[in-house]
C-alpha cells in the first residue's frame, strides 16, 4: 500500500501572470491564497479547499507552441471539483472561453488556460 494519501497541489506554468489571474480569478472564481511565500518568480497561489491549492509559476515554458490535442482529455491535465457544472459552463461561455465535454461518458469538462495548460472538471455536489 503507498504512503502518498493526497494530492497538494499543482503547479502550472504561464508566460503571463496578469492574463493568467484574470482567468482564473475573473472566469474561474478562484480566491487568492494570502502566504505565498517570496519566491524568485511571479506567481500567486489559490486555495482550492481541504488545503489544496493551485500554484501560478510566470517561468519559461519548455513546451510552450507545441501541438496539443484537440480535446483536453487527451493531454496533460488536472481535475478540479465543482459545486455546479451549469454556472462554470455559463462562465467560460460569457468569458468566450471553449470547452469539450468528456468523451468517456462522464459528466466533465475540459478547457484550457490561456497558456494551454488543460483544466478538467467535475461536478462533486
Known amino acids: ?3 502518498i494519501n493526497s494530492l497538494l497541489h499543482a503547479g502550472l506554468l504561464v508566460s503571463d501572470l496578469a492574463r493568467a489571474k484574470a482567468f ?4 474561474l472564481g478562484l480566491k487568492l491564497y494570502p502566504n505565498r511565500p517570496g519566491l524568485p518568480y511571479p506567481g500567486e497561489w489559490y486555495e482550492l479547499g481541504n488545503g489544496q491549492q493551485l500554484h501560478l509559476m510566470q517561468l519559461p515554458n519548455p513546451d510552450a507552441g507545441s501541438p496539443r490535442p484537440e480535446h483536453g482529455g487527451r493531454d496533460r491535465h488536472i481535475a478540479l471539483g465543482v459545486k455546479d457544472m451549469a454556472a462554470l459552463a455559463s462562465r467560460l461561455d460569457a468569458a468566450g472561453v471553449t470547452y469539450t465535454a468528456s468523451r468517456s461518458g462522464r459528466a466533465a469538462l475540459f478547457c484550457r488556460d ?4 488543460t483544466l478538467e472538471f467535475v461536478e462533486v455536489g
Do not use: H, I, L, Q
Open 24 to 27: 482564473y480569478e475573473a472566469v
Open 114 to 117: 490561456p497558456d494551454a495548460n
Open 1 to 3: 500500500m503507498s504512503e
